[in-house]
């Protein structure tokens, strides 16, 4: 809605509402008319006209002056003190107006009226005020959603950022390995070449969505260990432990594979000494549980923060503080030739 139809919109509402007001004010003279007052109409009217304008007066003067500056800061006593100030200055005014015109017919006494004078402003206030605090909520609320709308968007393009960024990141990866097999003319190339076309399939259509079954992402890591045994498994031990007993469990695609890509980087290649631990569970009712411990070469280690190292380190912790922000623990520690990760992951 433009600024102009906004404006107009509100209008139309405050003068629905002071038509309605006036048509309250006509019923109640038209029934002291039936019940015999024979003053003159004129002075009904300066008095009757006299009490819509201060009603308009008092509401006004609380919505634009008296809410936003006392109400809204949370300075109640000024408010309901000044609010009763101008209440009572309006009903004074009333009752001297209707002394002055109808001669002091009315018996009781000028206090009493006062008060029953004041009960018309006081519901008015009451109901307009009530009326603005709803009208506020409902806009805050209004900003709210729009605030989180616009923070979504942004959110999910980051996110799809950092995943775009993932994606030749693994890929250059995976080249440099099919390369090294290549070099020694491997018999398992075809055999390479057929798994990096599921994990390609995988990464490129599966894992557009923004969350996909644990069981997926359980395949594909498998897939990518099995090309890291065909690489690697002369030079160190991998041992890998997946328990899933819930499949249908989902999780953000692609968020174990850097560790485990880090893992078989980085990792010593004694074949007595070396080895890769990788450890999965999926339970029902328990955090999804990621465990990789593996040794590491400390020559390769000095050179891991580099600018061409630690993307997908960085990339993957980014994206599991917008995913998961409150649902996650990642610890990661080095002790002596060990590396190790553990990370568990609540749903949300």
């Not at 009752?95 to 009960?119: G, H, P, Q, S």
């Not at 099995?226 to 989902?250: A, G, Q, T």
């Not at 070469?297 to 997908?312: C, Q, T």
Request: include cysteine; glycine fraction near 2%.
């Amino acid at each position: 809605m433009d600024k102009k139809s906004f404006i107009n919109k509100r209008i139309y509402q405050h003068l629905l509402f002071w038509f309605t007001f006036l048509i309250m004010i006509v019923l109640r003279y038209t029934d002291g008319y039936q019940r015999g007052f024979d003053e003159e109409v004129s002075s009904v009217l300066i008095i009757e006209s006299s009490r819509f304008f201060t009603m308009l007066f008092i509401v006004y003067t609380n919505l634009r002056v008296l809410f936003p500056s006392f109400f809204k800061r949370g300075k109640y006593k000024y408010f309901f003190l000044l609010n009763f100030c101008q209440v009572l200055l309006g009903a004074s005014i009333s009752v001297f107006l209707t002394d002055m015109f109808f001669n002091k017919v009315f018996e009781a006494n000028i206090y009493i009226r006062t008060f029953w004078n004041m009960i018309p402003p006081t519901m008015i206030i009451t109901i307009t005020s009530l009326l603005h605090i709803t009208k506020e909520w409902i806009n805050l609320r209004e900003d709210i959603i729009k605030i989180k709308m616009k923070n979504n968007k942004k959110l999910y393009a980051e996110l799809d950022s950092l995943k775009s960024q993932l994606n030749p990141h693994f890929f250059f990866n995976t080249l440099n390995n099919l390369y090294s097999l290549s070099l020694v003319k491997s018999d398992e190339t075809p055999n390479v070449i057929l798994k990096l076309s599921d994990l390609m399939s995988y990464i490129i259509y599966d894992t557009r969505v923004d969350f996909i079954s644990i069981k997926k992402e359980i395949e594909f890591m498998k897939n990518f260990i099995d090309l890291e045994k065909l690489r690697l498994n002369e030079h160190l031990s991998i041992n890998v432990k997946i328990i899933c007993n819930n499949e249908s469990r989902e999780i953000a695609p692609l968020l174990f594979l850097p560790f485990i890509e880090n893992a078989f980087k980085y990792t010593s290649r004694d074949p007595n000494t070396s080895f890769v631990n990788i450890s999965i569970l999926v339970e029902d009712n328990e955090p999804i549980r990621m465990s990789i411990i593996n040794t590491i070469d400390n020559n390769i280690v000095e050179n891991i923060d580099n600018k061409h190292s630690g993307l997908g380190i960085k990339n993957v912790i980014k994206r599991l503080n917008l995913i998961y922000p409150d649902s996650h623990k990642l610890d990661i520690s080095q002790r002596k030739d060990l590396y190790i990760v553990n990370l568990e992951i609540s749903d949300k």
